[in-house]
Structures are given as structure tokens and as C-alpha cells.
């Protein structure tokens, strides 16, 4: 004790307080509450980006692959019907230019691509367009002209536990030039 200050000085020992370790565990507990729930989030988020991305790209192949092809097609000889055990009007065939038929068809969630020879038809190249396909439609928009056909697509890809992103199209007109 000194004459001007009366109270005793106490060295202060090395470490932390109560107070100092009770404020640090409360962090550390608001930290492991919000932190899965935060990661879990953001993985969500990743994983429905990604298949919206997967799904958008798969779609304009496949639109662009049928426009391409049926912009081919010979007038008159387009058949919209249903594959077996598939939705309404979810198969068409058309005869190109050079006498080869092509079919797009639904099977399950893939779209397929089968082109024919007209010389040999037991030679068929059959390739997958999507593996992403929920649904598609062909249909004639306007009866009184048959060199137009509308092509509306449903693509939908799984994420995780179950879950499903979907992503429905708006339908695509395209004209037959031949």
C-alpha cells in the first residue's frame, strides 16, 4: 500500500475471466447453431442452380436438335401419334429429303432420335437427345396449315433426397420449309 492510494494492488494473473469465457462460449454456440443451417443452404442452393443450369442448356439442345431436323421434313408426310405407353402425342415422324425417316420419341425421362433408311429398314440409328424429358407434346397449332408444329417440352432433373427441379418450357413453333 502506498500513502496515496489506500487499497492493496493485486497483480493480475495470467489467463482469462469468467466473463471473458462465458461471452466466447456464447459465440461459439450461436456459431454451431446457424452454421449447418447456413451450409445446407448453400449447398441447396449450388445443387438448384446447377440442375436449373443443366436443365436450361439440355432443353435448347434438344429444341434446337428438333427444329434443325424437322425444318427438313417433307411436306405431308409428318405423323403426330403417342409412343406406347408414353403421353399423348409425344412421338413424331417425318420423311427428310433424303429418303430417310426420322422419329422423335419419348421414352420414359429420355428423349430419343431414331433416324430410318427408307432403301433398309431394319437399319435404325438410335440416339439419345435428353435423359432430363418429364414431358412433350407435338401438336399442329392451326389445322388449316399443316407445315407448322408446335413442340412444348417439360425437363425436370432430381437434386437430392427425392427432390426434383422442373423447369417447363414454353412451346416452340417451328415451320416445315420443305
Known amino acids: 500500500?502506498?500513502?496515496e492510494n489506500p487499497r492493496p494492488r493485486f497483480r493480475r494473473s495470467p489467463g482469462y475471466s469468467v466473463a471473458e469465457i462465458m461471452v466466447v462460449v456464447a459465440i461459439l454456440g450461436i456459431l454451431a447453431t446457424?452454421?449447418?443451417t447456413l451450409l445446407i443452404s448453400t449447398r441447396n442452393f449450388f445443387l438448384t442452380t446447377t440442375a436449373r443450369n443443366d436443365i436450361q442448356r439440355d432443353a435448347r439442345v434438344s429444341l434446337?436438335?428438333?427444329?434443325?431436323m424437322l425444318r427438313q421434313a417433307k411436306g405431308g408426310t409428318v405423323v403426330i401419334d403417342s409412343a406406347s405407353g408414353q403421353g399423348p402425342y409425344s412421338r413424331i415422324r417425318f420423311l427428310l429429303g433424303d429418303d430417310r425417316y426420322c422419329e422423335f420419341r419419348q421414352d420414359g425421362n429420355q428423349l430419343k432420335q431414331?433416324?430410318?433408311?427408307?432403301?433398309?429398314?431394319?437399319k435404325q440409328e438410335t440416339s439419345v437427345v435428353s435423359r432430363n424429358l418429364v414431358y412433350i407434346a407435338f401438336t399442329f397449332p392451326r389445322s388449316d396449315d399443316p407445315s407448322l408444329v408446335s413442340v412444348s417440352m417439360t425437363?425436370?432433373?432430381s437434386i437430392q433426397l427425392g427432390q426434383?427441379?422442373?423447369l417447363e418450357l414454353t412451346i416452340q413453333k417451328i415451320r416445315i420449309m420443305n
Open 34 to 36: 446457424v452454421g449447418p
Open 164 to 166: 426434383r427441379k422442373v
Open 64 to 68: 434446337d436438335t428438333i427444329n434443325r
Open 114 to 122: 431414331v433416324m430410318t433408311s427408307m432403301a433398309d429398314t431394319s
Open 1 to 3: 500500500m502506498t500513502p
Open 155 to 157: 425437363m425436370g432433373k
